[in-house]
């Protein structure tokens, strides 16, 4: 389809004065020099045998020499006219992509541009942003769409951003619809663009929508396109290159063009050729005239016939030295063409304007304004875009499921507050978590959709379609909406259900303080997309500046205690503002019970604190400039300021980065700096003797040496289970929304059903056939291409012979030399090179061979020759000590090296089958020609059968095969049988099909398709099954049954190792990786020593007082958090380990228990080292106690603690399908763990609903240990009036002044006591507590007991009757009588008084001395009565004469002495009273509390009434092995995850 032949003629002639400009753009002599690349932290290594250089190159395993400064380009010249279409070819690393950058002023900024780049003669400049409207360009990464976009969307966005702001709806309608019926997209129109997590479009067609995007840009009269053909078939190749080339011709714009291996049909189509030299030089610049690049490119004396076998892709690249480049550089700089080149140029800069004129001319064809569109217009069509972004993205309605989720955790986690001091202690708990949980999800949300959307920013602002600020600004503006939306959330239901202030005041205030979070949250998050080349260090950083927020923000510690040094980072920390304003907005002007008070005359009182003094003793606020309603208004605003003020530097950086986002980091090519493996590897033989047949040469003793591979009616199907049907996701739909995410969570690509059937009506099917009877012979020492239309089932049928299919239905024989398949011994018979090299990216070339040879040869064989012998098969030897490198970023090997060495990783091993998928795929003429090139000797030496997909081979490739199996659409045979010589028995097959005869030169792999694309398959596979090839075919096939069943079969022996020795190998293998992995070693280390020395600083030296000791928990508690950091360090490489491990798995090089095992024992080490780090640097900083015991239990402990959150982040990268979903799990888990440890809660105050999960919580038991570890056994002295605020009593004396705690401890107040209560205990009206504080007034003016025999359980009984019966409330003493001893009604028993006699009965006589507590109350007429006079009634007597009998009766129920008679009384209330500590005795004994009995409130520890002491027995058998337990669980499942659990596609 052309362009002339369809589309609306508006659209062509809008522009018609612009298009019949006439221009020529020229580059002379351009130049492009990278600078060098300098040493970096060591550079102060300078000396080469510098010991710390040494060990700098061993740690990571690389080389780290300076880079030297080069050239990427050398003095290229050319020039392309309008109507013209240049295409440019080169080797790998030529520069053709730098050139490309050059010509449309998108260089690096780092990289120095010499020469000139000219439009009509007038220079551009390095830079020029009208020029880049002019100039598009077209990178060949296809992963820079938004994923979620349809087609249509994509180039309606594109139309809109380049159109004239004045173009109607219809217009630019018409205009899409035009340039996707051009690009043959019209049927995927309403088609996802997709990405890896979302089916979309092909990859062809996804090709298309990139070119597309750039080609609708009317402003656009050159076009620099960049490899835009990789991965089309060679047809839709052909149809591309023709239409961009009419287009230019009848537009009369201008394109260059690279390509990787193009036919010659489709270099016929352009006007012009530039060839570049390996460095960078020009080779040609001319016409596409074989006879004159045959000049150029053949050495004299060569035969033109002989030398130009191939393609002129062949021709042009077949210099493969230096020398032969010089010679044909040399040849043509003195040629016409290079004379002509040069006089064009001339002429060029001879016809340009004046000086003065130019910069009017140039303004008559570059655009006059910055933009094509005004900034309103931009403003309406970004956030049209936006607003479907935001829709159609999973997350956005995760996030209110996670608002939810989390507002209701934390409501019901802090609902059994009371207003008491322990509930304002954990208020500000949750003031805390909600500042930090708010700010932690609005970043971890954040960073990930920012990465996605920050690559497509880039290409439209290198494009110049908008202004980067105005997106900004947009983006900022419609996520503020989620931002309330998520905020309200949280606080609507957790505010009212925690019980904190009522007020419409108090509750907007705290949701615009968290609405102001969710905003720095984000700007945060956007600041680290803007300055961050990658998302894990985006995430570190993330994570380690909210934890240094966290510690800094006022909570713990609090300000006034935090050093100096670092008391500063809480005026630039946002959650200091955040919690002192919500601090101030609860308790300023507020009060809350506070302690019981009980005075020497038994009084007791409930003393209240006052909210303000409350958050004096907090140092809040931090500094008082004005009155509190100011301070936390300003709080919140300064919130928003800080949003601000990191977005405006965000937007700069933003704007900055993109200059070197789509410039991958030059890295020089690491290399081993001491090899693993030893000498006698490299000093083995240098190959094997060809003519040996012993056991070096094979891979077992027996082994089978099959002369052919055979498959008869082999078919394949799936079942695909429902009718198909169109998702056209053009509105937000539940489907089109939440299917994304549902897809996500299964690990499966969500496919558009019409992207899997395109060009099907819509009808009922349950089952797709993808091969359908094939029949195929492959023979030994012969390569066989496997080729075949687009979705014909070429890698389904190599991966069904190969066995890798683990779904569907397969019917049909596979044999070897007529025997059956035995699964039992295939593996050891194959190897298999996917199309993706799927190699460990920390091994060097070496390493990774003898790995595979070690784990899958015998011991017997001679290995290192075998290995020495594939790398000279493979030309591998210069490249074996270099490290394999990830190939995104840029480093270790170039791409044909790295699929060389994947498949040497097969041959290794001895095949005798050997199955390539793609092997030449994203590689130059020249590259794609050396792997082939390694793939015939290979077959060729080892006398392989060899199966090779293949997608646009050149002629001079194709004809280095010796047998084709063709397949059609729908799994047939098209063809099966030999080339031929020149391909003469295949061409002589499809010209019979055909009835045309194709060319000499033209490409027989070529000719072949076209027949079959454009004839009907089904003709092609009958003429097929009637030639006379089918049916020799299947009489070879039926000859080599015949002679298997005439003789016994060969006994295929089946290698397998100890599993010891497998285990010693993957250990050192996982180990050396680890150890060279930065991001999972150096940031884990890094992380490990920058966080704890922060803490260090923090909670310096901490003292012996309940502070002390406060700070401690803190501290290990925020260490605890310090180790979740690096989690995400054993997320990323296990992921990407992982594809490596189902390879090799696969492939039978060891098994996945063992590869569990050896991952499980080479972590060990780096715990070890990073427990290390953090004790030296935290213990003594903070000042830990000192002791063997301790010292060794914080180890073990932190070392445990290491381990299991290490372990923990590698069971999620197991058991979810991709990154983003294992740090979302880890995220999630880390924010439950932090609210459910028992630090910001504890246990006794949590809900009983929730208990489970504190128990179920590893952390828990972590922080429970350390912290038991350092306070249990030690004392801590205690400042009450400084620890608890002053309190004020309920009632006030006669001087009207109030009554406050430090009163208790004055010399007229000796005897006083304080009782505090556990969490949620108030006393209060008759209950438990409130009779128990009367009952310890009571005895407190009773004085010392009497009585000299202790029954325990008969006191419970008195104190249960008493409390049940309420004897024990105001008026105190008249009740206590009433119960226990005299009844104003003589008619009724008192109620407990077979109880108190029980009691009284100790006594030696009990009556008599129950008497004398009457003396003074009767007659002393009557002194020798016993027991209570007759006499006596309530009544007639004072209150203060019922205390003073009361008191006198309860020194006969206590027992004789001070202590033993409190003790008695705690003794028997201690079931009934919830009581947490009573400290008794403060003046006498000191101001020193145990530290067990802070662990009391933690619910740590436990009290013995017995023996009226805490104790906390559990930090080894408990906490120990609880953690161990946990450790052995996910250890187990990660095992079972690692055998059971593939997250593959096949």
């Known amino acids: 389809m052309s362009t002339e032949e369809e589309g609306p003629t508006e659209v062509g002639t809008a522009d018609v004065d612009v298009k019949e400009k006439e221009f020529v753009l020229s580059f002379e002599d351009i130049t492009v020099h990278v600078p060098s690349k300098s040493k970096g932290c060591l550079s102060c290594c300078s000396n080469k045998n510098s010991p710390l250089r040494h060990y700098g190159q061993e740690y990571f395993g690389m080389s780290v020499e300076q880079r030297d400064a080069f050239y990427t380009l050398d003095r290229v010249s050319g020039y392309v006219k309008s109507g013209e279409t240049l295409l440019v070819l080169g080797k790998s690393g030529s520069g053709k992509s730098t050139l490309l950058k050059s010509i449309c002023s998108r260089l690096n900024q780092t990289d120095q541009l010499y020469g000139s780049v000219s439009f009509n003669g007038i220079p551009i400049g390095k830079s020029n942003q009208s020029w880049r409207r002019m100039c598009s360009y077209v990178s060949a990464d296809d992963g820079t769409h938004s994923p979620v976009l349809t087609v249509g969307e994509t180039f309606t966005f594109a139309a809109q951003c380049t159109s004239d702001g004045h173009s109607t709806d219809k217009e630019i309608a018409d205009t899409v619809d035009f340039f996707l019926g051009a690009l043959g997209l019209s049927h995927v129109k309403d088609t996802v663009v997709g990405d890896e997590n979302l089916r979309g479009v092909s990859g062809g067609q996804k090709r298309r929508v990139t070119v597309g995007e750039m080609l609708i840009d009317p402003n656009s009269r050159v076009y620099c396109l960049d490899n835009i053909t990789d991965g089309l078939a060679s047809t839709d190749s052909f149809s591309l290159i023709q239409q961009i080339s009419a287009a230019c011709k009848k537009y009369r714009m201008a394109a260059v063009i690279t390509l990787l291996q193009p036919s010659d049909e489709i270099v016929q189509l352009f006007d012009k050729l530039l060839v570049l030299s390996?460095?960078?030089?020009?080779?040609?610049?001319?016409?596409?005239?074989?006879?004159?690049?045959?000049?150029?490119?053949?050495?004299?004396?060569?035969?033109?016939?002989?030398?130009?076998s191939g393609g002129i892709a062949d021709?042009?690249?077949?210099?493969?030295?230096?020398?032969?480049?010089?010679?044909?550089?040399?040849?043509?700089?003195?040629?016409?063409?290079n004379l002509n080149l040069t006089k064009e140029l001339n002429t060029i800069k001879a016809n340009a304007v004046s000086l003065n004129d130019r910069e009017s001319v140039l303004k008559q064809f570059l655009p006059a304004e910055k933009y094509s569109t005004s900034r309103l217009y931009q403003l309406r069509f970004i956030v049209s875009r936006r607003r479907k972004l935001i829709f159609r993205n999973s997350m956005t309605y995760a996030r209110s499921v996670i608002a939810i989720v989390f507002g209701v955790i934390v409501g019901s986690l802090f609902a059994a507050l009371q207003q008491d001091t322990i509930g304002a202690l954990g208020r500000s708990g949750y003031i805390f978590l909600s500042s930090f949980l708010v700010l932690m999800l609005s970043s971890a949300v954040t960073i990930p959709d920012g990465f996605r959307q920050r690559i497509t920013l880039f290409k439209h602002r290198d494009s110049e379609f908008y202004s980067g600020r105005m997106a900004y600004v947009v983006q900022v503006v419609m996520d503020l909406p989620l931002s309330i939306l998520e905020a309200t959330l949280i606080a609507t239901i957790s505010y009212w259900w925690v019980g904190m202030t009522p007020g419409a005041d108090h509750f907007f205030f705290f949701l615009g303080t968290l609405i102001g979070l969710e905003c720095v949250g984000q700007a945060f998050a956007r600041f680290l997309c803007a300055v961050s080349r990658t998302q894990v260090s985006a995430n570190v950083a993330s994570s380690l500046c909210i934890l240094l927020f966290a510690t800094v923000g006022g909570f713990m510690p609090a300000y006034s205690t935090i050093t100096w040094v670092l008391r500063w980072l809480s005026w630039v920390t946002p959650v200091a503002y955040a919690f002192e304003g919500m601090m101030i907005n609860q308790f300023d002007g507020t009060t809350f019970f506070g302690l019981v008070l009980v005075d020497k005359n038994g009084t007791s009182t409930v003393g209240n604190v006052d909210g303000t003094k409350y958050l004096s003793s907090q140092s809040l606020p931090r500094s008082q400039w004005g009155t509190n309603t100011q301070v936390k208004i300003f709080d919140c605003l300064m919130l928003f300021v800080f949003a601000m003020a990191l977005?405006?530097?965000?937007?700069?950086?933003?704007?900055?980065?993109?200059?070197?986002?789509?410039?991958?980091?030059?890295?020089?090519?690491?290399?081993?700096?001491?090899?693993?493996?030893?000498?006698?590897?490299?000093s083995g033989d240098a190959k094997l003797d060809e003519n040996d047949t012993e056991a070096q040469a094979k891979s077992g003793e027996g082994s089978m040496e099959p002369e052919s591979l055979a498959v008869s009616n082999l078919s394949y199907a799936v079942n695909i289970g429902k009718t198909k049907s169109c998702w056209k996701p053009r509105r937000a739909t539940w489907g089109s929304l939440l299917g994304p995410a549902l897809a996500k969570i299964a690990g499966k690509k969500l496919q558009s059903s019409l992207a899997r059937a395109e060009e099907e009506e819509e009808k009922p099917v349950t089952e797709l056939t993808l091969l359908n009877e094939v029949t195929a012979r492959f023979k030994c020492g012969r390569m066989t291409a496997l080729m075949g239309q687009s979705g014909a089932g070429k890698t389904t049928l190599l991966d069904v012979i190969a066995g890798y299919k683990t779904g569907g239905v397969i019917t049909?024989?596979?044999?070897?030399?007529g025997y059956a398949k035995e699964d039992a011994t295939w593996k050891a018979m194959n190897g298999y090179a996917e199309q993706q090299d799927i190699l460990n990216p920390y091994m060097s070339v070496l390493e990774t061979i003898k790995f595979t040879a070690d784990c899958r040869l015998p011991s017997h064989v001679d290995k290192n020759a075998i290995i020495n012998s594939v790398i000279e098969l493979m030309d591998l030897s210069e490249y074996t000590d270099m490290i394999v490198g990830h190939e995104k970023e840029g480093e270790g090997l170039p791409k044909h090296a790295r699929k060389r060495l994947t498949i040497a990783n097969q041959l290794v091993v001895q095949p005798k089958v050997l199955f390539l998928d793609e092997p030449s795929s994203n590689l130059g003429v020249n590259d794609a020609a050396l792997v082939m090139g390694a793939v015939r000797r290979?077959?060729?030496?080892?006398?392989?059968?060899?199966?090779?997909?293949?997608?646009?081979?050149?002629?001079?490739?194709?004809?280095?095969?010796?047998?084709?199996?063709?397949?059609?659409?729908?799994?047939?045979?098209?063809?099966?049988?030999?080339?031929?010589?020149?391909?003469?028995?295949?061409?002589?097959?499809?010209?019979?099909?055909?009835?045309?005869?194709?060319?000499?030169?033209a490409n027989p792999a070529d000719f072949v398709l076209s027949v079959l694309d454009g004839g009907s398959p089904d003709e092609a596979v009958a003429k097929f099954k009637e030639s006379d090839i089918c049916k020799q075919l299947n009489s070879a096939i039926d000859a080599d049954v015949k002679e298997a069943n005439s003789q016994p079969r060969g006994i295929a022996t089946k290698h397998s190792l100890h599993f010891f020795t497998e285990f010693g190998l993957l250990f050192r293998r996982q180990f050396l990786v680890q150890w060279r992995n930065p991001s999972y070693s150096f940031l884990r280390f890094f992380v490990s020593a920058g966080a704890t020395f922060i803490l260090g600083l923090l909670f310096f030296d901490i003292k012996n007082n309940v502070q002390g000791a406060v700070f401690a928990i803190a501290a290990i508690f925020f260490m605890t958090f310090v180790l979740v950091i690096p989690m995400q360090a054993a997320v990323i490489p296990l992921i990407e380990d992982r594809a490596v491990l189902y390879r090799e798995a696969v492939s039978g090089t060891y098994s996945r228990f063992t590869y569990g095992l050896g991952q499980l024992f080479a972590d060990i080490p780096f715990h070890a080292l990073n427990t290390i780090i953090m004790y030296a640097i935290i213990y003594y900083l903070v000042g830990f106690r000192s002791g063997a015991e301790f010292v060794g239990y914080f180890i073990f402990m932190l070392f445990l603690a290491n381990w299991s959150v290490m372990s923990m982040g590698q069971l999620y990268a197991l058991v979810t399908p991709n990154e983003e979903t294992a740090n979302g799990l880890a995220g999630l888990s880390v924010i439950l763990s932090v609210c459910l440890m028992g630090f910001l809660i504890t246990s006794s105050a949590m809900p009983q609903g929730w208990l489970w999960a504190n128990s179920a919580n590893m952390f828990r038991y972590i922080l429970q240990g350390l912290v038991t570890n350092e306070l249990s056994g030690q004392n801590y002295n205690i400042d009450i009036g400084a620890l608890i605020p002053p309190v004020e009593n309920t009632t006030t004396t006669a001087d009207g002044s109030g009554r406050f705690l430090a009163h208790l401890f004055d010399d007229s107040n000796s005897n006083g006591k304080v009782i505090t209560f556990m969490p949620g205990t108030v006393p209060e009206g008759d209950n438990t507590a409130a009779q128990g504080a009367a009952l310890l007034g009571l005895v407190l003016h009773a004085g010392e007991g009497e009585n000299k025999v202790e029954s325990e359980q008969d006191m419970r009984d008195l104190l249960e009757c008493m409390v049940e019966n309420k004897c024990l409330v105001e008026p105190v003493p008249t009740n206590f009588l009433e119960c226990n001893v005299v009844s104003n009604d003589s008619q009724v028993s008192p109620v407990c008084f077979d109880q108190f006699s029980a009691v009284i009965a100790n006594l030696e006589d009990s009556e008599r001395h129950v008497g004398e507590c009457f003396i003074d109350m009767i007659?002393?007429?009557?002194?020798?009565?016993?027991?209570?006079?007759?006499?006596?009634?309530?009544?007639?007597?004072?209150?203060?004469?019922?205390?003073?009998?009361?008191?006198?009766?309860?020194?006969?129920?206590?027992?004789?002495?001070?202590?033993?008679?409190?003790?008695?009384?705690?003794?028997?209330?201690?079931?009934?009273?919830?009581?947490?500590?009573?400290?008794?005795?403060?003046?006498?004994?000191?101001?020193?509390?145990?530290?067990?009995?802070?662990?009391?409130?933690?619910?740590?520890?436990?009290?013995?009434?017995?023996?009226?002491?805490?104790?906390?027995?559990?930090?080894?058998?408990?906490?120990?092995?609880?953690?161990?337990?946990?450790?052995?669980?996910?250890?187990?499942?990660?095992?079972c995850a690692v055998n059971f659990i593939i997250w593959t596609k096949r």
């Open 278 to 308: 390996s460095q960078g030089q020009t080779a040609y610049f001319g016409p596409v005239d074989r006879g004159i690049l045959q000049s150029v490119f053949l050495e004299e004396g060569v035969d033109a016939e002989k030398g130009d």
């Open 315 to 337: 021709l042009v690249m077949s210099q493969t030295t230096s020398s032969m480049e010089d010679s044909a550089i040399s040849r043509f700089k003195t040629s016409p063409t």
């Open 647 to 682: 977005d405006v530097v965000a937007m700069k950086y933003q704007e900055s980065s993109r200059d070197w986002y789509f410039n991958k980091i030059r890295r020089s090519r690491a290399t081993v700096a001491h090899s693993t493996e030893g000498e006698e590897v490299k």
């Open 812 to 817: 049909g024989d596979i044999m070897i030399d």
């Open 938 to 1001: 290979s077959t060729d030496a080892m006398k392989l059968i060899t199966l090779v997909t293949i997608h646009q081979p050149s002629k001079k490739m194709f004809e280095s095969f010796d047998d084709l199996l063709l397949l059609a659409k729908g799994g047939r045979v098209a063809y099966c049988g030999e080339l031929g010589p020149k391909s003469q028995t295949l061409i002589s097959h499809f010209t019979s099909l055909s009835g045309k005869m194709p060319s000499a030169s």
């Open 1419 to 1535: 007659d002393h007429a009557e002194p020798s009565f016993t027991g209570v006079p007759a006499s006596f009634k309530l009544n007639a007597y004072t209150e203060t004469e019922h205390r003073d009998i009361a008191s006198c009766l309860t020194r006969k129920l206590r027992i004789e002495g001070p202590d033993l008679g409190l003790n008695s009384i705690i003794k028997g209330f201690s079931e009934l009273w919830d009581i947490v500590m009573f400290i008794q005795e403060i003046i006498e004994k000191g101001i020193d509390i145990p530290g067990d009995a802070i662990l009391y409130y933690f619910g740590w520890s436990q009290f013995d009434a017995d023996k009226f002491e805490f104790s906390a027995p559990w930090k080894w058998n408990y906490c120990v092995i609880a953690v161990v337990v946990f450790l052995l669980a996910m250890e187990i499942i990660k095992l």
